[in-house]
């Protein structure tokens, strides 16, 4: 569980396309020019920020807010439940 301050600092960090996704997460995901407006997206902690086909590397990223993915939680990823 991350505090307040933490989460402040998440937020005001940008991310550009190709860098590593170090959280899970819901992300504001930032275009440039008018092709598309700002929207949100779930990204996933150790995959890559993707390019976008119109502004193509030029698309940011930033945390919105920090979303567990349900299969890293040990108890539902764990082993088999014990009958």
Known sequence: MINSAQGARLRAVTHRAGE???AD???LVTHVGEHRAPHFALLLQGDSFPC???CKD???F???QRVE????DMDFAGPELLK
């Open 58 to 60: 030029e698309v940011t």
């Open 25 to 27: 997460g819901l992300y």
């Open 62 to 64: 930033s945390l919105e």
């Open 52 to 54: 976008c086909r119109s």
């Open 69 to 72: 993915y349900l299969l890293h």
């Open 20 to 22: 590593v996704v170090r």
